[in-house]
């Protein structure tokens, strides 16, 4: 590195991977959070005795848990493409190439720790589950009509077992 360059282009290039990744991980967890879909609305009656759910969405909620891993698959995909391409410049310097290394193994070790807990839950009845982790949360969506204590507890033990992160941290969202 020249003297008085803070990062360097390797370094700087793996920070935005992570920090795009951190993004993506935090916008498919804000937008699967909610129970609603889009075009989903309440429809109240004049006499207002009872509410109506209506609906418009063409994709069944079930969807949701194959488009959320391809779209997971993708941005690591992505991710592993643009660190070869780094890896096969001659211009990084050594630390470089360990940062990049090191950004790599994070990855490889978060996809293995998603695919674990998914198994683990499929193991326990849950059979469709998407597991989002960064390095301090985990978010887990799974297809239930509601959680028992039981099973809220069985699933928090998983994640904490496969991922070491606290209990504060874990967020279960429950989708129909």
């Keep these: 590195m020249s003297k008085g360059k803070v990062l360097g282009k390797g370094q700087l290039i793996a920070v935005l991977m992570v920090a795009a990744l951190a993004g993506a991980i935090f916008l498919n967890v804000k937008f699967s959070s909610t129970q609603k879909y889009l075009g989903e609305a309440t429809y109240v009656s004049s006499n207002k005795s009872k509410a109506v759910a209506t609906s ?3 994709t069944e909620p079930s969807d949701y848990f194959s488009e959320a891993k ?7 995909s992505d991710a592993e493409n643009k660190v070869k391409e780094l890896l096969d410049t001659d211009k990084l310097t050594d ?3 360990k940062t990049v290394t090191d950004t790599v193994k994070m990855i490889a070790t978060n996809m293995e720790k998603c695919n674990n807990i998914e198994t683990m839950l499929s193991s326990k ?3 469709k589950s998407v597991a989002i982790l960064t ?3 985990a978010n887990i969506v799974v297809k239930s009509e509601g959680l028992t204590t039981a099973q809220t507890m069985q699933i928090q ?3 904490t077992t496969q991922t070491g992160i ?3 941290n ?3 969202v429950a989708v129909k």
């Design 56 to 58: 418009s969405k063409a």
């Design 70 to 76: 391809q779209s997971r698959q993708k941005v690591y």
């Design 157 to 159: 033990d998983i994640v």
């Design 95 to 97: 630390e470089e190439k």
């Design 125 to 127: 009845g849950f059979k």
């Design 170 to 172: 874990i967020k279960i």
């Design 166 to 168: 606290n209990l504060a």
């Design 135 to 137: 390095a301090t949360d």
